[in-house]
């Protein structure tokens, strides 16, 4: 059979198509870079639930989303990074609040940090305790490479849901080089903030997590991700806690709340059951409520540590010179929440009395 003088024309066209198609793709044009390779993590949270009705917002729940299914709905994902998904929720619960969890955690991000295929990391976590979670990573790492922790105010099948939105944004923080070397970090909302100083402020708003006292450190705008500012406190690759040198379980620290007249037998049955050390979130500045003295007073004869915490939630807990003589660590401005964490960790490396109050001075 003989062939048209056009298809003549085409068919060395098509054979050279078919050559090239089986070829194995080469290196990249000069001058095109590879897209960063940003690791998602699921720690599950609000994030990764469904409901079955758009305007069900509160009482969503199975099946939660994978974070492969996370991928496979946002193709926007790749125009940012390649991202590679892996799963570490606890058994499936959407909540993290486990220390041996954590401390799995931990040392799974420490394997990541020498691992040059991946540039950035991003963790899904519930907003409930994500600042907590975050906190400790970010004292227990050894990490320089960008690490956003994300979450959602709404499920992912909410009509108007945030998800979506602040995990394109977080992937893009974190494929961001300009973010490394700044320790953990928050990415809701296009904002972007150091874990140690972002607080949850309300329960179901856009606009939930907040810094009372120091703010933004960075934006996710549409156009760019940008940072004006960057936390000195120690944190990550500056740290003493990393999590190679902790013992599989951490000091019991327990929480008080300061209000009027607080019943001093809270602290004896903390002491009572074993507890290092206690943190009172005190009134006004920090001022330990007087019905709880003479119980401080015995625990710290027992050898339990005090920091005092300000329920104001804004401003520090300064150094007086009545706070020097009960002998009662400081708190500087952080929440009750993350002091303990970093006194669960202080007493866990030995430090006595000055080695509490220097570490809340430097984190």
């Known amino acids: 059979m003989r062939l048209s003088r056009f298809a003549c024309l085409l068919l060395p066209l098509a054979i050279l198509g078919l050559a090239r198609a089986a070829e194995i793709p080469g290196r990249l044009p000069p001058g095109i870079q590879p897209k960063p390779h940003v690791r998602l993590?699921?720690?599950g949270g609000t994030i990764s639930g469904t409901a079955k009705e758009r305007l069900n917002v509160t009482n969503y729940g199975a099946p939660r989303l994978s974070?492969?299914?996370w991928i496979a709905e946002l193709p926007d994902l790749a125009l940012y990074a390649r991202v590679t998904p892996e799963d570490l929720r606890p058994g499936g619960e959407p909540a993290v609040s486990d220390t041996a969890h954590w401390l799995k955690v931990a040392?799974?991000?420490q394997e990541i940090a020498a691992d040059d295929s991946i540039d950035?990391?991003?963790i899904t976590h519930g907003t409930n305790i994500m600042v907590e979670t975050g906190y400790f990573l970010s004292l227990t790492v050894d990490i320089k490479k960008p690490v956003v922790m994300v979450g959602a105010q709404r499920p992912w099948t909410a009509l108007s849901g945030d998800g979506?939105?602040?995990m394109v944004n977080a992937v893009r923080v974190a494929a961001t080089p300009a973010a490394a070397g700044k320790g953990v970090l928050h990415a809701m909302n296009q904002n972007v903030f150091p874990i140690r100083d972002v607080t949850k402020t309300s329960a179901y708003r856009m606009h939930t997590?907040?810094?009372v006292d120091l703010g933004v450190i960075g934006v996710a705008d549409p156009d760019i991700v940008k940072f004006y500012t960057a936390p000195l406190r120690r944190h990550t690759y500056r740290s003493e806690f990393l999590v190679a040198g902790l013992p599989d379980s951490l000091p019991d620290v327990e929480i008080i709340y300061g209000y009027h007249q607080t019943p001093g037998y809270l602290v004896d049955a903390m002491v009572a059951n074993g507890v290092k050390g206690i943190v009172v979130d005190g009134t006004g500045a920090g001022a330990v409520p007087g019905t709880l003295n003479e119980a401080l007073k015995k625990a710290q004869a027992a050898?339990?540590?005090?920091?005092?915490?300000a329920?104001?939630?804004g401003g520090r807990v300064q150094e007086t010179p009545r706070r020097t003589e009960a002998k009662i660590v400081p708190g500087d401005n952080l929440p009750p929440e993350k002091a303990r964490i970093l006194l669960q960790l202080a007493l866990a490396k030995g430090a006595d009395l000055a080695g509490v109050k220097r570490v809340f001075d430097e984190y």
Do not use: C, D, K, M
């Open 303 to 309: 050898g339990v540590v005090v920091v005092a915490t």
């Open 120 to 122: 950035g990391v991003v």
């Open 164 to 166: 979506p939105l602040n």
């Open 41 to 43: 993590i699921s720690l």
């Open 209 to 211: 997590f907040q810094g």
């Open 311 to 313: 329920r104001t939630r």
């Open 107 to 109: 040392r799974r991000l």
């Open 67 to 69: 974070p492969e299914q």
